[in-house]
Each structure stands twice: as structure tokens, then as C-alpha cells.
């Protein structure tokens, strides 16, 4: 077992800040494994520092003196992350001028760090498996099998056991990824170290730009703990630098701190996303989304119908006048609402206020009070159907909404996709394939 000397030295080399039991259990780890050759599979969430455990586990390996090389799987089109991955050779595509080594073989020997691993296509996880299990490749458009010595180290942020159950990832790739799990903990997993590491950036930034740097009164280090830092460390740094350059005050109290924290404390998904699964919502996709949206939306308008119903049995209608033909329409428009009921929606006799001069849609005399009785769907029943067979609108098209959505974000964000990715909650290779897919202008 890895002992506290041990672990206190990789803090110092690495500049890890922090003591939580979580931080120390992930070293201890990654420790343990880096002298062997295993696979290690990292979770944990994005901004959480990921990446600089792939480097501890690199430096303190035999490769130490090999080629180390970090790459977000998430960042490559899905067209070309073969090629990126394993090469290519000339004339194998369009633009394949010459031939072109891959990530696998200029690594040989070294270590080669997947971020974002669910992110891969189907097609380039089995290359991977093949690599893992061989170290055999084929470059893009070759039948030449070529050897390679490298050892991978994967992270993702999301579930793959849900992944592989959701058809998204294969099942024996996860299993051989998942040789040594190592969990990175969140920011708010790790209590007093969130401002140990606020201190910690204020003074690097101060020291940079010199000035003071700013200093946490008792309760506005409470405050930043209890804090949930959706976008962990890195949220955390923003955070710091923008008080040490903006505040004139280099004592910082809760009610100044709390200007600089998010109001929102999510992560910048829609909240109707949360809950879903069983409140697992680490693997969900934009088409994911906006099934749930829309599905709340039909619920929704179905409230809706219903206490109009209710305000039309009781007769307050608000003065607007109601003839034959409009209730008539109302009884198509609140089929189904209430699917188990055995009685009418509207009632058998329906009394509506007088009809403005000229409604020429009379098809029964006033009474005596000024009212016009509506007989005719005295012993009407309405058929009781499923809400799903409601009228269908091309407006909820799935499809339209979603070309929408990613055209709107584009033109937000001035057509940055990185940024426009960013607000969608998807991979820039995913928007660039939805942008593809929908033929959507991209300036």
C-alpha cells in the first residue's frame, strides 16, 4: 500500500494541491499502477483534473522516457479520427496527399492518453479493441498490418456500463479499458481543499500580474465550499482570477464572494434532464433531450386542456361568447384528456352567454334569460382515445427542433462551434456531424 511519504512526493513533483481522503485514495492509484503496463480507465467529472493523473501514471512508469501524448477523442470529426488515430496512406481519401502516420504509431513505446473515450464511433472502438488485445493496427486505406508498443490510458465523464447497455459502446472494449478503474473526485467532494486551491490561485495570478492577492473571510471560505463547482478546478480558477483582478478590496467577504458565484449552480443542461434514469443523467444525448422536452411539453398541454375544460363545465368563459359550432370544436380539442372517465367532458345541456350581433351561427332560440340552450350534444359521448393520437403538428418534429436549436447556437456564438458546442451540451465532433447531417450554413 502507497504510504503518505509517497504520496506527499508526487504532490509536490505534480503540484497537486489538497488533502481529501478522495484525492489521496485516486493517487495512491495511480501510484500503484503506473509501473505496470495495465490499461487504466479514469472517471470522473470534466474539469475534475483528468489529464493530470494520465501524467502522473506516465512519468512514474518504465515508458517515462517515451513519447506521452494527450487527445480528445471528443475533438476529432468522426470522418477523419481513424486517420488521426492509426494514419494513413496515400490516396486511401480525398486529401490524402501522402502517407501519414497515426497517434499509435509515432507513441510506439510510449503513453497515449484517450480523453472523452465514449465519444470514439462504433467502427474506431473495434481498431482500439484490436490494438489493446494485439497492438496491431492497419492504417486507413491499407492491408498492411503494422505492430505497435503503447500503453493507453482512457477517461470519460460519462457512464459506459449505461453506454454499453445503450448500444453506445462495446462491451468487450469496456472490460478491457477497464483493466484499473481510478475514480478522480469532484471539487466539492473535497471540502477544505477548495480553498486551498483558491488561495492557490490568487496568489499564482497575483504573483503574475503583481498585485496583492485576495484573502477569504471565514464565512466567504464557507461560502466557496459549499458551493457545488459544476465546472470543478476550472471553474474554481476562473473564479479566483476574476476577484483578484476586479476587487479593490483584498479582504473578500461572503457577500462579495457570492457576486462571482453562479446564481444556477447546474451545469448548463436544462433541469428536466435531471431525474431521468433514475438520476443518472451522465450519458444522455441531445436527441435524449429533446424527447424528454417535449414530452413534458405534451403534459403540459394537457393541464392545460383540462382546466379549460374545467372553466367551461362551470361556465366562466370570461365573457367570450360560445355557439354551437365553438363547443362543438372544443369537444374535439379535449378528446382524450381524460381517458379512464365514463361521462361526457361537456355536459349534456351547455349554456353560453348572448351572441354578438351578426353571429349568424344560431341553432337554437333564446330562452327567457337571455341564454342560448344548446341541445344538440345533450346525449353525445366523446370517444376516449390515447393522448398519442392527438393531431401531430410538424412543429414538434424532433428533427426541426433539434436543426433549430443547433442553427441558433451557431449564429449565438458567431459560429464558433467549439463555443456553440458548449452551450448544446454535445462534442464539437457531434455538432459537426449534426451540421452535416442537417445541411446547416455554417459561416
Known sequence: MTNNTEIQSVKNRFGIIGNAPPLNHALSVAIQVAPTDLTVLINGESGSGKESFSKIIHAL????????????????????????????????????????????????????????????????????????????????????????????????????????ERGRFREDLYYRLNTVPLYVPALRERGYDIELLFRKFSADFAEKNRIRPVELTESAGQLLMNFRFPGNIRQLKNIAEQITILEVERLVSAEILAKYLPR???????????????????????????????????????????????????????????????????????????KDDSVALIPPTVYAPPQPIGYQNYHQPANNQGFIKIDSLQDDRLNIEDISHETEDNSYSLEKQEKEMIARALKKNNFKRKYAALDLGISERTLYRKIKQYDIEDE
Open 61 to 164: 512508469s518504465s515508458r517515462k522516457h517515451g513519447p506521452f501524448i494527450a487527445i480528445n477523442c471528443g475533438a476529432i470529426p468522426e470522418g477523419t479520427i481513424d486517420s488521426e488515430l492509426f494514419g494513413h496512406v496515400k490516396g486511401s481519401f480525398t486529401g490524402a496527399i501522402d502517407d501519414r502516420k497515426g497517434y499509435f504509431e509515432t507513441t510506439n513505446s510510449g503513453t497515449i492518453f484517450l480523453d472523452e473515450i465514449a465519444e470514439l464511433p462504433i467502427g474506431t472502438q473495434a481498431r482500439l479493441l484490436r490494438v489493446l488485445e494485439n497492438g496491431e493496427f492497419i492504417p486507413v486505406g491499407s492491408s498492411k498490418v503494422k505492430k505497435t508498443d503503447v500503453r493507453v490510458v482512457a477517461a470519460t465523464n460519462v457512464n459506459l456500463l449505461e453506454a454499453v
Open 264 to 338: 444556477d449552480q447546474s451545469s448548463g443542461l436544462p433541469a428536466l434532464l435531471k431525474g431521468l434514469n433514475g438520476g443518472n443523467d451522465s450519458n444522455f444525448s441531445e436527441r435524449d433531450l429533446l424527447y424528454k422536452v417535449l414530452f413534458d411539453m405534451r403534459k403540459d398541454m394537457t393541464d392545460l386542456k383540462k382546466l379549460v375544460l374545467s372553466l367551461l363545465q362551470s361556465g366562466h368563459t370570461g365573457g367570450v361568447p360560445l355557439g354551437p359550432d365553438i363547443v362543438q370544436q372544443h369537444q374535439d380539442l379535449f378528446n382524450g384528456i381524460h
